[in-house]
């Protein structure tokens, strides 16, 4: 890993480490690498923060340089949750009911998307 920043559990047992300026790596129950989110969707992040990964195994990934939340599907193409309305998205969380939490560092606030 270069520069892990944010971290977190899989439903599979696995885990989710987003890395400073560079990538998301998914890692399986014996942690290995099971891939990368940049070179599996072909996605360029700009500086990935916080990450969470939902019921059906989705990776959600906060991007502070993008000002975006991106949810990256086990399969298919990425889709883009948020693109408007964040000045620093820095932490996400997914909750049981679909909602998505956001720190926004840069409003110190944290908003709520359903």
């Known amino acids: 890993l270069q520069g892990p920043r944010y971290v977190s559990p899989a439903p599979n047992g696995g885990f989710v480490v987003s890395e400073e300026c560079g990538d998301v790596k998914v890692f399986t129950s014996s942690h290995k690498l099971l891939c990368s989110l940049s070179s599996k969707y072909g996605h360029q992040f700009g500086n990935?923060?916080?990450v969470c990964v939902d019921a059906e195994g989705s990776v959600v990934v906060a991007d502070e340089q993008h000002r975006s939340v991106h949810l990256?599907?086990?399969s298919g193409a990425p889709v883009c949750l948020v693109s408007a309305g964040l000045r620093?998205?820095?932490g996400v969380a997914c909750s049981s009911f679909g909602h998505l939490f956001v720190a926004?560092?840069?409003e110190n606030c944290i908003k709520v998307f359903k």
């Open 48 to 50: 990935p923060a916080g």
């Open 72 to 74: 990256f599907p086990e």
């Open 88 to 90: 620093r998205p820095a």
């Open 104 to 106: 926004d560092t840069g």
